[in-house]
């Protein structure tokens, strides 16, 4: 099965930081990978898919880059409502998928 | 607008089945694939299983092979989680999600576009 190593676990940041999280996969996935965010007691909300396209109503201060096995999701100026978990999850061969450990973004 | 909504979660002993519900609206869901995914206390999401849009095609996750059992009914807009062998670290708020494939150039990359709020399983005794 294809792992998807999440760092870091979590982060402190204040409103306009820029905020980087970052996804390394096991093997190479092209751009098999997607970004979401969590709110506990929400419905997960998909921000970015394969690797860097937004997704339709998503802010654009969301970005994502990244091939291969490496990949990053910036927050280019963080705002109050941003503050939740960030879930990379891969879907490469389309059998199983899987999710990194997550990133909880907090305000400082 | 489209809309998941899960049911069935509920307190259960360990060895218990459980058959969870999901019900979509607000678009065409005999076309698209759909997931059932997890979130244990504490933990992060996980995938658990999915279903091609004819029932063709099923996957789950390794711990549940054997014990889960996804399916769906078109005419009835619903995807079903039977949950059999209930385990104390199957205890998670389980959502469904509407599966698309987004094509990006000359591929089609799979995502999870539109989800549900979550239905609680709780296992113990």
């Known amino acids: 099965d294809i792992q998807m190593t999440q760092s870091p676990s979590s982060l402190s940041a204040s409103v306009g930081d820029r905020v980087t999280i970052t996804c390394r996969a096991s093997?190479?996935?092209?751009?098999?990978v997607n970004w979401y965010q969590h709110k506990s007691g929400k419905a997960p909300k998909l921000l970015l898919y394969?690797?860097?396209s937004l997704q339709s109503g998503v802010p654009s201060r969301f970005s994502g880059s990244g091939s291969g096995t490496d990949f990053t999701l910036t927050i280019s100026s963080l705002q109050p409502e941003d503050f939740a978990t960030y879930y990379c999850?891969?879907?490469?061969?389309?059998?199983?998928?899987?999710f990194g450990q997550g990133t909880k973004v907090e305000i400082k | 607008e489209v809309q998941l909504v899960e049911s069935g979660g509920a307190l259960v002993q360990p060895g218990g089945s459980l058959r969870l519900s999901c019900t979509a609206s607000?678009?065409?869901?005999?076309?698209?694939?759909m997931s059932w995914a997890r979130q244990a206390p504490g933990k992060g999401l996980e995938w658990v299983a999915n279903i091609k849009y004819d029932e063709s095609e099923k996957y789950y996750i390794e711990s549940v092979k054997g014990r889960f059992t996804i399916s769906r009914d078109n005419a009835k807009n619903s995807v079903y989680l039977q949950m059999n062998s209930l385990r104390t670290e199957d205890t998670a708020v389980y959502y469904c999600?509407?599966?698309?494939?987004?094509?990006?150039?000359?591929?089609?990359?799979?995502?999870?576009?539109?989800w549900g709020q979550g239905t609680l399983v709780t296992v113990s005794s």
């Open positions: 093997q190479s996935i092209s751009n098999y």
């Open positions: 999600a509407r599966d698309v494939g987004k094509p990006v150039g000359k591929a089609v990359v799979r995502t999870s576009d539109y």
């Open positions: 394969a690797a860097s």
């Open positions: 607000g678009f065409t869901f005999s076309t698209y694939w």
């Open positions: 999850q891969q879907t490469y061969g389309a059998l199983t998928w899987t």
